[in-house]
C-alpha cells in the first residue's frame, strides 16, 4: 500500500505542473507586481519624445490600442499611416498627440538622414499638436490681455473705464468643459484638460515643429510675405502655403531678412519680456533701402519682433488644402482665435530690438556727438521705431550729455512691455551732439518738429500729435523745458546788451540768431518728465574730464560764423558768442545765468512738470571724487546733480530713486514713475473727451 502511494505521488504532482504550465501559458505568462521606487510615481507619464528622445509612455501605449506597437519598431511610417487612418475622423486627445509625437519622430529621424521628407512630418507634428491644443484652448479673462481689430482694422482703442481699472495683468485659463467632467468637446474632437501636461509638450511640438519648417524654408531663401512658401519631400511632392501679414504698421517692400529669436542671447538688459503660447519669436530687419520720411528716420540697423503662426483648416488639418502661414504683430496681438478658441501667441519683444541696438552706431556717436557736431550733422534728428500711428500719443526721449538715444533702451523695453502703454503711445528719439549749448539743440529740436507735424499731419487733424510727453534725461531735461516757453528778448540780453534789431547783419545771419534766441512755446507739448535734470548747474562742469573735453569740442560752424558776422558788422557792440561761450559744459555751471533764467521762468498754460530726482547714500565713496558732497550728508546727491539744482519749484511731482546719475532713468522705480505720469496723462486726455 505504502509503494502505491509513492507512485501515485509523482504522477499526481506531474499532472498539476502540466496544468499550471497550461494556465500559464493561457495567461500569457503575465504577472502584475508593484515595487517601492525613489522616482516620481508618474514621471514616465509626463515625459515625451521632446526630452527623453524616446517616444513617452502615453504614445507607446496608444499604439499598444491599435496593435500597432510591435509594426511602429520594425515599419514607423507604415505604422504611422495605420494610425492616423484609423483615428482621422474622430480622433481623441490622446491620440493627437500621439500622431504629434509620432510625426516629429518620424522627422528627427529623416532629418538625421538629410531627407527632404523632414520638413513635411514637422508640419504634420505641427498640425497634430494644432488640433490638440485648440481643443482644450486657453483663454484671458483680462480685457486688456489682447488687442483686436475695429472695424478699420486698426486695433481697438483701451477704453476710459479700462484705462481706470489699468493694472497688472493676471491671466486665467478657461474652456469649453462639460459641468462636472474633465473633458472638452470641439467639432467631434474630444480633448484632454489644460491640466494634463501633454498639453504644454504639445505647444511645445507645435512651436519646434514649425520652426523646423522655417529653417527649412530659409535654407532656399528668405521668406517673402507676399509669395507662397514652398516645401518639396523626396517623394517628388510639395506643400504651398500662402502668407499673410497682419497688424505691422510696415509696408510689404519694408520687410526684410528674417532671423530666428532663439539664436540670440541678449546680455546688457536685465529684463526679458517673451510670452509663452503658440508660435515661434522671429525678428524681422527693415530693410534699409526704402525710403523713410523727411523730417523724421529709422535706425538702419532696426528690427522689428514678428511671431510666425501656421494656421491649420478647421476641418483637414492635415491636408494643407487652406492651411496659411500668418505673420503677427505680437505688439498689437497678444492672442488669436483658432477653432473657436482663444490661444496665446509665443513672443519675443526684447531681442529684435536689442539685435539692432547691438549692430549700430549708437553708443560711438554719443562720444563724436559731444566733440564735434558738424560731424554729426548728417546723423542727428528724430528717430522711430515704428512708423508713424495716427491717434497714439509721442513720448519724445531727449538724452542728456555724452549720450545717444541708446540710454533709454531699458526704460522704453519695460514701458512698452506694458499692453496699455504700447497701445496708446508711440516713443520717439531725438539724437544731438550734446557739446552744444542747450539752446542751439532746443532750437534744432523745435525746428525738427515743427516740420515732422506739417509732414505727418498738414491739416492738424491728429489730436494726439498735440498732446506730446517730453522726457528729458539730465541735459535733456532742460532742452525740453525749452519747448515749453517763451523768449522775448530775455535769452538775447545774455549775449547781447545791444537790442537785437539795431545791430547790422546779413539777413542769414539774422534768420540764424533768431532762430536760437528768439521763440515760442511749442504747443504740441504738454507734459514734461524731467529726471536728474540740473536746472541749477551740475557738478560736472568742475570735473578735470569735462574741462580738458571743452578745450578740443567744436561748435556747429553756422552759429559761429554768425557770430564773427555780427561782431566784424558791429564793432562797438559786444557779443559773446564765441566756442567758450556756447558749449554745454559751461552753460551747466551752477550759477549760470541762462541756467537761473530758466529755472525762474514760469511755465505755459496747460504745461505740467514732473521731477524725478537721484540720490544716494552719503557714505558711497565715489562721490566724493567728483563732487563737493559731504561725507555725513549735508547735501544729497546724484554724484552729478546735487538734489537742490535738481529739485524744481512748482512742478506736479517730484519723485526720489536710490541711484546715481548715470542710471536713474534706467532705475525700475523711475520706469513705474513715468508709467504712472504716462497713465495720468491719458487719463487726463480721455477726460477732454
Same mark, same amino acid.
Given at each position: 500500500?505504502?509503494?502505491?502511494?509513492?507512485?501515485?505521488?509523482?504522477?499526481?504532482?506531474?499532472?498539476?505542473?502540466?496544468?499550471?504550465?497550461?494556465?500559464?501559458?493561457?495567461?500569457?505568462?503575465?504577472?502584475?507586481?508593484?515595487?517601492?521606487?525613489?522616482? %516620481?510615481?508618474?514621471?514616465?507619464?509626463?515625459?515625451?519624445?521632446?526630452?527623453?528622445?524616446?517616444?513617452?509612455?502615453?504614445?507607446?501605449?496608444?499604439?499598444?490600442?491599435?496593435?500597432?506597437?510591435?509594426?511602429?519598431? %520594425?515599419?514607423?511610417?507604415?505604422?504611422?499611416?495605420?494610425? !492616423?487612418?484609423?483615428?482621422?475622423?474622430?480622433?481623441?486627445?490622446?491620440?493627437?498627440?500621439?500622431?504629434?509625437?509620432?510625426?516629429?519622430?518620424?522627422?528627427?529621424?529623416?532629418?538625421?538622414?538629410?531627407?527632404?521628407?523632414? #520638413?513635411?512630418?514637422?508640419?504634420?507634428?505641427?498640425?497634430?499638436?494644432?488640433?490638440?491644443?485648440?481643443?482644450?484652448?486657453?483663454?484671458?479673462?483680462?480685457?486688456?490681455?489682447?488687442?483686436?481689430?475695429?472695424?478699420?482694422?486698426?486695433?481697438?482703442?483701451?477704453?476710459?473705464?479700462?484705462?481706470?481699472?489699468?493694472?497688472?495683468?493676471?491671466?486665467?485659463?478657461?474652456?469649453?468643459?462639460?459641468?462636472?467632467?474633465?473633458?472638452?468637446?470641439?467639432?467631434?474632437?474630444?480633448?484632454?484638460?489644460?491640466?494634463?501636461?501633454?498639453?504644454?509638450?504639445?505647444?511645445?511640438?507645435?512651436?519646434?515643429?514649425?520652426?523646423?519648417?522655417?529653417?527649412?524654408?530659409?535654407?532656399?531663401?528668405?521668406?517673402?510675405?507676399?509669395?507662397?512658401?514652398?516645401?518639396?519631400?523626396?517623394?517628388?511632392?510639395?506643400?504651398?502655403?500662402?502668407?499673410?501679414?497682419?497688424?505691422?504698421?510696415?509696408?510689404?517692400?519694408?520687410?526684410?531678412?528674417?532671423?530666428?529669436?532663439?539664436?540670440?542671447?541678449?546680455?546688457?538688459?536685465?529684463?526679458?519680456?517673451?510670452?509663452?503660447?503658440?508660435?515661434?519669436?522671429?525678428?524681422?530687419?527693415?530693410?534699409?533701402?526704402?525710403?523713410?520720411?523727411?523730417?523724421?528716420?529709422?535706425?538702419?540697423?532696426?528690427?522689428?519682433?514678428?511671431?510666425?503662426?501656421?494656421?491649420?483648416?478647421?476641418?483637414?488639418?492635415?491636408?494643407?488644402?487652406?492651411?496659411?502661414?500668418?505673420?503677427?504683430?505680437?505688439?498689437?496681438?497678444?492672442?488669436?482665435?483658432?477653432?473657436?478658441? /482663444?490661444?496665446?501667441?509665443?513672443?519675443?519683444?526684447?531681442?529684435?530690438?536689442?539685435?539692432?541696438?547691438?549692430?549700430?552706431?549708437?553708443?560711438?556717436?554719443?562720444?563724436?556727438?559731444?566733440?564735434?557736431?558738424?560731424?554729426?550733422?548728417?546723423?542727428?534728428?528724430?528717430?522711430?521705431?515704428?512708423?508713424?500711428?495716427?491717434?497714439?500719443?509721442?513720448?519724445?526721449?531727449?538724452?542728456?550729455?555724452?549720450?545717444?538715444?541708446?540710454?533709454?533702451?531699458?526704460?522704453?523695453?519695460?514701458?512698452?512691455?506694458?499692453? #496699455? &502703454?504700447?497701445?496708446?503711445?508711440?516713443?520717439?528719439?531725438?539724437?544731438?551732439?550734446?557739446?552744444?549749448?542747450?539752446?542751439?539743440?532746443?532750437?534744432?529740436?523745435?525746428?525738427?518738429?515743427?516740420?515732422?507735424? /506739417?509732414?505727418?499731419?498738414?491739416?492738424?487733424?491728429?489730436?494726439?500729435?498735440?498732446?506730446?510727453?517730453?522726457?528729458?534725461?539730465?541735459?535733456?531735461?532742460?532742452?525740453?523745458?525749452?519747448?515749453?516757453?517763451?523768449?522775448?528778448?530775455?535769452?538775447?540780453?545774455?549775449?547781447?546788451?545791444?537790442?537785437?534789431?539795431?545791430?547790422?547783419?546779413?539777413?542769414?545771419?539774422?534768420?540764424?540768431?533768431?532762430?536760437?534766441?528768439?521763440?515760442?512755446?511749442?504747443?504740441?507739448?504738454?507734459?514734461?518728465?524731467?529726471?536728474?535734470?540740473?536746472?541749477?548747474?551740475?557738478?560736472?562742469?568742475?570735473?578735470?574730464?569735462?574741462?580738458?573735453?571743452?578745450? #578740443?569740442?567744436?561748435?556747429?560752424?553756422?552759429?559761429?560764423?554768425?557770430?564773427?558776422? #555780427?561782431?566784424?558788422?558791429?564793432?562797438?557792440?559786444? &557779443?559773446?558768442?564765441?566756442?567758450?561761450?556756447?558749449?554745454?559744459?559751461?552753460?551747466?555751471?551752477?550759477?549760470?545765468?541762462?541756467?537761473?533764467?530758466?529755472?525762474?521762468?514760469?511755465?505755459?498754460?496747460?504745461?505740467?512738470?514732473?521731477?524725478?530726482?537721484?540720490?544716494?547714500?552719503?557714505?558711497?565713496?565715489?562721490?566724493?571724487?567728483?563732487?563737493?558732497?559731504? !561725507?555725513?550728508?549735508?547735501?544729497?546727491?546724484?554724484?552729478?546733480?546735487?538734489?537742490?539744482?535738481?529739485?524744481?519749484?512748482?512742478?506736479?511731482?517730484?519723485?526720489?530713486?536710490?541711484?546715481?546719475?548715470?542710471?536713474?532713468?534706467?532705475?525700475?522705480?523711475?520706469?513705474?514713475?513715468?508709467?504712472?505720469?504716462?497713465?495720468?496723462?491719458?487719463?487726463?486726455?480721455?477726460?477732454?473727451?
Amino acid at each position: 500500500m505504502a509503494n502505491s502511494q509513492s507512485l501515485k505521488s509523482p504522477i499526481r504532482t506531474s499532472a498539476i505542473l502540466k496544468l499550471a504550465a497550461l494556465f500559464l501559458l493561457l495567461a500569457g505568462c503575465a504577472e502584475v507586481t508593484v515595487h517601492r521606487t525613489n522616482s %516620481e510615481l508618474t514621471a514616465d507619464w509626463r515625459n515625451s519624445l521632446m526630452g527623453t528622445s524616446r517616444l513617452s509612455a502615453r504614445t507607446l501605449q496608444t499604439l499598444r490600442h491599435f496593435g500597432l506597437d510591435e509594426d511602429y519598431s %520594425e515599419r514607423p511610417v507604415e505604422a504611422f499611416g495605420r494610425l !492616423r487612418s484609423l483615428t482621422v475622423d474622430h480622433a481623441q486627445a490622446e491620440q493627437l498627440f500621439a500622431l504629434a509625437e509620432i510625426s516629429y519622430d518620424l522627422a528627427r529621424k529623416a532629418d538625421d538622414n538629410q531627407k527632404q521628407d523632414a #520638413v513635411f512630418f514637422y508640419y504634420l507634428s505641427a498640425g497634430f499638436a494644432y488640433r490638440y491644443v485648440t481643443a482644450a484652448g486657453t483663454a484671458s479673462n483680462s480685457p486688456l490681455a489682447a488687442s483686436t481689430l475695429d472695424g478699420r482694422g486698426e486695433p481697438k482703442r483701451t477704453s476710459e473705464k479700462q484705462l481706470a481699472n489699468a493694472a497688472p495683468l493676471t491671466e486665467t485659463t478657461s474652456g469649453d468643459e462639460k459641468a462636472g467632467g474633465g473633458f472638452a468637446e470641439n467639432k467631434g474632437v474630444t480633448s484632454l484638460s489644460t491640466f494634463d501636461p501633454h498639453f504644454r509638450l504639445a505647444c511645445d511640438l507645435y512651436n519646434t515643429s514649425l520652426s523646423k519648417c522655417l529653417r527649412a524654408a530659409l535654407k532656399s531663401g528668405r521668406l517673402d510675405p507676399n509669395q507662397p512658401v514652398v516645401f518639396h519631400t523626396d517623394r517628388g511632392s510639395s506643400l504651398t502655403l500662402t502668407i499673410e501679414r497682419h497688424g505691422f504698421p510696415w509696408k510689404p517692400e519694408e520687410f526684410g531678412e528674417l532671423r530666428f529669436c532663439s539664436d540670440y542671447q541678449v546680455s546688457g538688459l536685465e529684463n526679458r519680456y517673451h510670452a509663452y503660447g503658440l508660435g515661434v519669436p522671429l525678428m524681422c530687419q527693415r530693410s534699409p533701402e526704402t525710403p523713410a520720411m523727411t523730417h523724421a528716420t529709422f535706425p538702419r540697423e532696426l528690427y522689428f519682433p514678428v511671431t510666425a503662426f501656421l494656421r491649420f483648416d478647421e476641418s483637414e488639418a492635415d491636408q494643407g488644402a487652406h492651411d496659411r502661414l500668418e505673420l503677427l504683430n505680437p505688439i498689437v496681438y497678444q492672442t488669436t482665435q483658432a477653432n473657436g478658441t /482663444t490661444i496665446p501667441l509665443e513672443s519675443d519683444l526684447t531681442t529684435p530690438l536689442a539685435y539692432g541696438l547691438s549692430r549700430s552706431d549708437a553708443y560711438v556717436l554719443q562720444y563724436e556727438g559731444f566733440l564735434s557736431a558738424d560731424k554729426l550733422q548728417h546723423k542727428m534728428g528724430i528717430y522711430m521705431l515704428e512708423p508713424y500711428q495716427p491717434g497714439k500719443i509721442p513720448v519724445l526721449l531727449v538724452h542728456g550729455l555724452l549720450s545717444s538715444p541708446a540710454t533709454w533702451a531699458t526704460l522704453f523695453y519695460d514701458l512698452r512691455a506694458d499692453p #496699455v &502703454i504700447r497701445q496708446h503711445f508711440q516713443f520717439w528719439g531725438y539724437l544731438y551732439p550734446t557739446g552744444d549749448s542747450y539752446f542751439l539743440t532746443a532750437a534744432d529740436l523745435r525746428q525738427r518738429l515743427a516740420d515732422l507735424r /506739417t509732414e505727418l499731419d498738414p491739416e492738424h487733424k491728429d489730436q494726439a500729435l498735440d498732446n506730446m510727453v517730453c522726457v528729458g534725461h539730465s541735459m535733456g531735461g532742460l532742452v525740453s523745458q525749452l519747448l515749453t516757453i517763451g523768449s522775448e528778448d530775455s535769452y538775447w540780453r545774455l549775449v547781447s546788451a545791444q537790442p537785437f534789431d539795431s545791430l547790422k547783419m546779413e539777413p542769414g545771419t539774422r534768420q540764424e540768431l533768431q532762430r536760437v534766441f528768439f521763440f515760442q512755446p511749442q504747443q504740441s507739448v504738454r507734459r514734461v518728465i524731467f529726471i536728474g535734470t540740473p536746472h541749477h548747474g551740475s557738478s560736472l562742469s568742475r570735473i578735470g574730464v569735462a574741462r580738458l573735453a571743452e578745450k #578740443v569740442i567744436r561748435l556747429p560752424k553756422t552759429i559761429l560764423q554768425a557770430g564773427r558776422d #555780427v561782431a566784424r558788422e558791429n564793432p562797438d557792440a559786444p &557779443i559773446m558768442i564765441d566756442g567758450k561761450a556756447c558749449t554745454s559744459v559751461d552753460l551747466l555751471e551752477p550759477g549760470s545765468p541762462a541756467l537761473e533764467l530758466l529755472a525762474s521762468q514760469a511755465r505755459s498754460d496747460g504745461v505740467h512738470y514732473h521731477s524725478i530726482i537721484g540720490v544716494l547714500p552719503p557714505d558711497e565713496s565715489w562721490i566724493n571724487t567728483i563732487t563737493p558732497v559731504s !561725507r555725513h550728508g549735508k547735501e544729497k546727491s546724484d554724484g552729478i546733480v546735487p538734489y537742490s539744482s535738481a529739485h524744481l519749484d512748482g512742478v506736479d511731482s517730484e519723485f526720489v530713486v536710490p541711484a546715481d546719475h548715470m542710471h536713474v532713468h534706467q532705475h525700475p522705480l523711475s520706469t513705474l514713475e513715468v508709467r504712472r505720469i504716462l497713465l495720468e496723462h491719458l487719463h487726463q486726455e480721455v477726460a477732454k473727451k
